[in-house]
């Protein structure tokens, strides 16, 4: 098993390398700050896009503030909205159309724009009615504020993504003191003052979105062979806390030698308020039910961990298939059943 995993991986990653470098990458530099009692947040987007980008793809419930654009030759327009912003509503599921360089003069190959975009949103999207079985993870959470925690999922693009593009980010987040936001890539800088934290995120790896979280989390953290492990979880629970970073170091050794070197510099093991299972680049996000099954550490958390080769670092042409889930599958699920008994 582990030997045709590895000649299956090395071939797959060479030619996804090939593929994802064909995309071209929009670089964010982002300011996020939250106001729990208001359920607002406020965005300011600095962007730079390379030519092939036409349009960007923006949540449509946001209150866009600005927007300014600046051509490689020097050219730049500045647009300003009516500023406000309305009743605090859940996340829109159309998306504003926001094109890149209107009437402006084409790109040149190698040539980038220069976007700035400051907007604002009220989401408190209720998760009171989400429910968890088997059969049935959670109702879609897209995006709420409040006082029982953050989530901004990518899918609702609270922050501007592009077709057929991937993206890079550094995230500078502001919470209120006590809470500790995660997001993808490594946190570089932590401040806390004035009752405020102050956290930023850096994230090379291109990606398809982002997905944020933040909550009054406990969190520990240990280091496997140069890849930082961590838990954030809501209770303080050292038992489970231990169980879920023993197996995180497992399942790294497990799948380096399967498939080759881990993709990114953490595997983190996040609680959510709300059912969830859902994995992102360098981490996971489980509902407080699931993380407690009995059977989640030794079966769906090494699925989890098995995307961040599959899916969340080789990434899916949905055109031709989800290959990656049969690949997650093969390598994690089949796997350990092969591991318990031949039949």
Sequence with gaps: MIRRATILGVSLLAAAAAAAG???VIRHDVQ?????????????????????????????????QSLS???????????EPAAGIGETAPP???????????????????????????YAARWAESTADVAF??????????????????????????????????????LKVVTPAGWEPLTQGERTQRLEKDGLLTTVWESDAPSDGLTLIAN?????????????????????E???????????????????????????????????????????????LLGGQVLRLPFIPTTSFGHEIA????????????????????LTVYCADYHYKELESPA
């Design 32 to 64: 996020v700050r939250f106001d729990l009692p208001s359920h607002r947040v406020d965005v300011t987007d600095h962007l730079t896009v390379p030519a092939g980008v036409d349009t960007l793809l923006l949540n449509a419930g946001v209150a866009l």
């Design 238 to 284: 050292p038992a489970l806390v231990e169980t879920y970073l023993e197996r995180t170091g497992a399942y790294l050794e497990m799948y380096r030698a399967m498939i080759g070197p881990y993709p990114f510099t953490r595997f983190t093991t996040v609680e959510n308020w709300f059912p969830t299972g859902y994995g992102m680049p360098g981490w996971t």
């Design 307 to 326: 995307h961040n080769w599959w899916g969340n670092s080789i990434f899916v042409d949905v055109e031709r298939g989800n290959w990656c889930e049969g």
């Design 133 to 170: 079985s088997r059969e049935n993870v959670g109702r879609e959470i897209q995006a709420t504020i409040a006082d029982e925690g953050i989530y901004l999922a990518a899918s609702s693009y609270w922050l501007p993504l592009a077709d057929k593009a991937l993206h890079t980010y550094r």
């Design 22 to 24: 064909d995309l071209p």
């Design 69 to 79: 654009r600046r051509h490689p030759d020097g050219s730049g327009e500045q647009q």
């Design 92 to 118: 829109d599921t159309a998306t504003i159309r926001l094109p890149v360089n209107p009437g402006g003069n084409p790109l040149a190959a190698g040539e980038e724009m220069q976007l700035t975009l400051a």
């Design 216 to 236: 009054r989390y406990l969190v520990t953290e240990r280091d496997f062979d140069g890849v930082l492990g961590a838990t954030y979880f809501l209770e303080d």
